[in-house]
T-cell receptor, first 109, second 116 residues
Framework: KQEVTQIPAALSVPEGENLVLNCSFTDSAIYNLQWFRQDPGKGLTSLLLIQSSQREQTSGRLNASLDKSSGRSTLYIAASQPGDSATYLCAVNDYKLSFGAGTTVTVRA | GAGVSQSPSNKVTEKGKDVELRCDPISGHTALYWYRQSLGQGLEFLIYFQGNSAPDKSGLPSDRFSAERTGGSVSTLTIQRTQQEDSAVYLC??????????????FGEGSRLTVL
């Protein structure tokens, strides 16, 4: 059974600092990995989708890397802003999507 | 509609009653997922529909839970004889395709179920 772990569970940084969020998974036989953002009381919004053949994917201030062999993905958010405050979840697709518990980020103005 | 639509957004029910939660996916999306998110917890997989294939029901926690997807579009999640531990947010998601070719997943806003 795929186990997905996200560390840290919570993170608080001052505005402008870069964010590094980690996701690890136990079974490297995956098709792709997605990063999502969840605001309180809301559904999930897809941020980045990275295929198993890719090593990284970028969108604006966001960059996700994938090291499938070691079972790790990292989401980098550059120059954080208060609007980046949310819970970030990663989901691993090995036929069905398995989610981590998320990292709750607070960016202090 | 433009996105995944779920109804009701909030449901309060008494223990022992049956509830139905509805999901209307994005038009043309063949894959549909149901997840459950309890307070402070991650997303728990419930069921996955892909086209006309038999659904993957491996995540349903008990036989009180069932789901169907009519005409490859709208899905209904039914919980019979609700228990207090069923209280959670039930999230539906859809994608253009599933399995190895799963693309970007689009989520609804969820249905918050409270069982008194």
């Amino acid at each position: 059974k795929q186990e997905v772990t996200q560390i840290p569970a919570a993170l608080s940084v001052p505005e402008g600092e870069n964010l590094v969020l980690n996701c690890s998974f136990t079974d490297s036989a995956i098709y792709n990995l997605q990063w999502f953002r969840q605001d309180p009381g809301k559904g999930l919004t897809s941020l980045l989708l990275i295929q198993s053949s890719q090593r990284e994917q970028t969108s604006g201030r966001l960059n996700a890397s994938l090291d499938k062999s070691s079972g790790r993905s990292t989401l980098y958010i550059a120059a954080s802003q208060p609007g980046d405050s949310a819970t970030y979840l990663c989901a691993v697709n090995d036929y069905k999507l398995s989610f981590g518990a998320g990292t709750t980020v607070t960016v202090r103005a | 509609g433009a996105g995944v639509s779920q109804s009701p957004s909030n449901k309060v029910t008494e223990k022992g009653k049956d509830v139905e939660l509805r999901c209307d996916p994005i038009s043309g999306h063949t894959a549909l997922y149901w997840y459950r998110q309890s307070l402070g917890q991650g997303l728990e997989f419930l069921i996955y529909f892909q086209g006309n294939s038999a659904p993957d029901k491996s995540g349903l926690p008990s036989d009180r839970f069932s789901a169907e997807r009519t005409g490859g579009s709208v899905s209904t999640l039914t919980i019979q004889r609700t228990q207090q531990e069923d209280s959670a947010v039930y999230l539906c998601a859809s994608s253009l395709s599933g399995g190895p070719n799963t693309g970007e997943l689009f989520f609804g806003e969820g249905s918050r179920l409270t069982v008194l």
